[in-house]
């Protein structure tokens, strides 16, 4: 394909770059040339796009080769540690330290995935040749930089292109998504307007497996806009997908921290890649405990929605790391971590109802949280007269308590949250699923 040599802009150099953007990338065909294409192409600012193939065997690793090789050097790098993944390990930041295994957890990536969802990913896909047309010919000023990481999974992947980034600014798109091209722009202009450590965008879902559960899903996400909001929903699910944030680098280096059971030479890190639960909800818990604040662009502003493609091979659908026991785990660790920075004994009164119940006080427990009370109430019957009392009626001794309540359905919540307004302190109320 010829191209047009007045197209291939001069590389801008690295305090010119605004925006950095991680991309991890692990057997993301036929997915990938949408995801690289949609950052390499905003408009307005400078962005770095750093792929990080974590050694793919579906052709991602030829494809992103020959993008970079018809964007030419002037708007592509190749910065693979080593081929074929040999001689990579010690140059790769986030592994250098050995870390415990991972193998028990499935790897990101379609080759984990279902034989018969796997067998469906053969179909057309934009070649890197059109790809790289495309972006020469549009105004855009973005580069590419492809990175490797050896196979080590999506949080090493991650923190591979963070240690490589030189934006003050921090963006991410996961390799089988898409957004347009003013998103990210937008997104820069209402960060840099506020006080907030981060900006998220709201979410569109796309693609071939939509479920009503996880169009639920978003729709409570895209709600939450405002800091309290956004904090407030931690503990419940992800009140925003990672990578619909813009964050300010800052944020990130301040929430770093050492896989657990590690040597103490082993540096902290803002991704992990943990075989106990997901990486990304691993990441928000830490940043909000930090004392992040962030805000949500709603879904209104059409220009920065961010497109999540919905498949059979979603990490979030086969990975054990994503099961709800996982995620229950995760939530009760953070949850724990909290009361105990926050009260010397920390102690919890435990709404919910059923198996939940249950649940909810063994990871508690296990976190060295006393349940000082199990209260089993189904919010479609009266509420209990304790939950009915101004917030004066309560005592002392039960303000020093905090209070969980784990409902896992968005109509449920708002029923216990009418019940208990007017007695609800947020440094000790908190709800969570």
């Known amino acids: 394909v010829a191209l047009d040599p007045k197209r291939q802009r001069t590389a801008p150099p690295a305090d010119a770059v605004d925006i950095s953007v991680l991309c991890p990338c692990k057997n993301a065909l036929p997915w990938l040339p949408a995801a690289v294409r949609a950052p390499l192409?905003?408009?307005?600012?400078?962005?770095?796009?750093?792929?990080?193939?974590?050694?793919?065997?579906d052709g991602s690793s030829a494809w992103l080769d020959e993008l970079a090789a018809a964007l030419g050097p002037a708007r592509a790098s190749v910065e693979r540690t080593g081929p074929s993944g040999e001689g990579g390990e010690a140059l790769n930041?986030?592994?250098?330290?050995?870390?415990?295994?991972?193998?028990?957890?499935?790897n990101f990536g379609a080759e984990a995935a279902p034989a018969s969802d796997r067998a469906a990913l053969v179909e057309p896909h934009a070649s890197a040749a059109e790809v790289a047309v495309e972006v020469l010919a549009s105004e855009s000023k973005c580069v590419l930089r492809v990175l490797s990481n050896r196979g080590h999974g999506q949080g090493a992947a991650l923190q591979t292109a963070l240690d490589a980034s030189r934006a003050p600014l921090i963006a991410h798109i996961e390799a089988d998504d898409d957004y347009g091209p003013l998103r990210i722009m937008r997104m820069r202009?209402?960060?840099?307007?506020?006080?907030?450590?981060?900006?998220?965008?709201a979410v569109e879902l796309t693609g071939t497996n939509v479920t009503a559960g996880m169009t639920s899903y978003v729709q409570w996400q895209n709600t939450l806009l405002t800091a309290e909001e956004l904090a407030g929903g931690r503990f419940v699910e992800l009140p925003?997908?990672?990578?619909?944030?813009?964050?300010?680098?800052a944020s990130l280096d301040a929430c770093a921290a050492r896989v657990p059971g590690a040597a103490e030479?082993?540096?902290?890190?803002?991704?992990?890649?943990?075989?106990?639960?997901?990486?990304?909800?691993?990441?928000?818990?830490?940043?909000?405990?930090?004392?992040?604040?962030?805000?949500?662009?709603?879904?209104?502003?059409?220009?920065c929605l961010y497109s999540w493609r919905q498949h059979g091979s979603n990490g979030t659908r086969w990975q054990g790391r994503c099961s709800l026991d996982a995620l229950r785990a995760c939530k009760a660790h953070y949850f724990a971590k909290q009361l105990r920075e926050s009260a010397e004994s920390p102690r919890v009164q435990l709404w919910s109802s059923g198996r939940t119940l249950e649940l909810w006080a063994d990871a508690l427990a296990a976190e060295g949280v006393q349940v000082a009370e199990k209260v089993e109430w189904n919010p479609k019957r009266p509420a209990p007269k304790e939950l009915q009392c101004e917030p004066a009626a309560r005592g002392a001794c039960?303000?020093?308590?905090?209070r969980l309540f784990v409902y896992g359905m968005a109509p449920v919540r708002a029923r216990v949250s009418k019940v208990v307004v007017k007695q609800w302190d947020s440094a000790l109320d908190f709800f969570a699923a």
């Open 41 to 57: 192409l905003q408009l307005g600012l400078v962005c770095e796009v750093l792929v990080v193939d974590d050694w793919s065997t």
């Open 93 to 106: 930041l986030a592994v250098v330290v050995p870390r415990r295994p991972t193998a028990a957890t499935p």
């Open 189 to 201: 202009e209402a960060l840099l307007g506020s006080m907030a450590d981060a900006v998220f965008s």
């Open 240 to 249: 925003s997908l990672h990578q619909t944030g813009l964050y300010r680098r």
């Open 265 to 303: 030479a082993e540096r902290a890190l803002v991704y992990r890649e943990l075989s106990e639960w997901p990486v990304d909800y691993d990441f928000a818990l830490r940043w909000f405990a930090c004392g992040h604040t962030a805000f949500k662009l709603p879904r209104g502003t059409g220009e």
């Open 398 to 402: 039960e303000r020093g308590i905090s």
